[in-house]
T-cell receptor, first 114, second 113 residues
Framework: NAGVMQNPRHLVRRRGQEARLRCSPM?????VYWYRQLPEEGLKFMVY????????ESGMPKERFSAEFPKEGPSILRIQQVVRGDSAAYFC????????????FGEGSRLTVL | AQSVSQHNHHVILSEAASLELGCNYS??????LFWYVQYPGQHLQLLLK??????LVKGIKGFEAEFIKSKFSFNLRKPSVQWSDTAEYFC???????????FGKGTTLSVSS
């Protein structure tokens, strides 16, 4: 399953800067999920997107966080004005249109906020 | 809100020992259940899943899990672990809306040779 590509793998930002994390789903997949993993915590659902649509963003913080999955190009998770508490591993997963529930994960992007 | 509980944070076993990792979920309706594994330095990958039918599900690498509806449980088992099973194991349930998987906090398994 090595098809879900995330970049950057590691990102360091200072407080107040912006972080952009990118995710290219597996070939043929049109559904993308973003999860966040904090130290000592499990994976927390953030958002579920299809091409050009946000289907479920119930796990997204109300401020500073946004996500998109344009018709062309990767999905992007954007965090504005980062704070230290945003330091975490952010995982992207994709699935096919059948949405059987099996998610294919990328290797994650680790954000460190100084 | 739906939730998933994994009882063991860290399990340490010797090779050939039997394994059982606990998982309980909170939702009482129709459930889709999963176990994922993350080997050191790798991405999460699916071990096995349960949607319906036989409550004893067999997955890859000799793992199996049993869905017990009355106990809201989906425990993962393996009769004889190997050093290569050292990894983090996550139990997950599909949410009621069918739009996401809800994961437990994970169990780290360390197997000594």
């Amino acid at each position: 399953n090595a098809g879900v590509m995330q970049n950057p793998r590691h990102l360091v930002r200072r407080r107040g800067q912006e972080a952009r994390l990118r995710c290219s789903p597996m070939k043929g997949h049109s559904h993308v999920y973003w999860y966040r993993q904090l130290p000592e915590e499990g994976l927390k659902f953030m958002v579920y997107l299809q091409k050009e649509n946000i289907i479920d963003e119930s796990g997204m913080p109300k401020e500073r966080f946004s996500a998109e999955f344009p018709k062309e190009g990767p999905s992007i998770l954007r965090i504005q004005q980062v704070v230290r508490g945003d330091s975490a591993a952010y995982f992207c997963a994709s699935t096919s249109e059948l949405n059987t529930g099996e998610l294919f994960f990328g290797e994650g992007s680790r954000l460190t906020v100084l | 809100a739906q939730s998933v509980s994994q009882h063991n944070h860290h399990v340490i076993l010797s090779e050939a020992a039997s394994l059982e990792l606990g998982c309980n979920y909170s939702y009482g309706g129709t459930v889709n259940l999963f176990w994922y594994v993350q080997y050191p330095g790798q991405h999460l990958q699916l071990l096995l899943k349960y949607f319906s039918g036989d409550p004893l599900v067999k997955g890859i690498k000799g793992f199996e899990a049993e869905f017990i509806k009355s106990k809201f449980s989906f425990n993962l088992r393996k009769p004889s672990v190997q050093w290569s099973d050292t990894a983090e194991y996550f139990c997950a349930v599909k949410n009621q809306a069918g739009t996401a998987l809800i994961f437990g906090k994970g169990t780290t398994l360390s197997v000594s040779s």
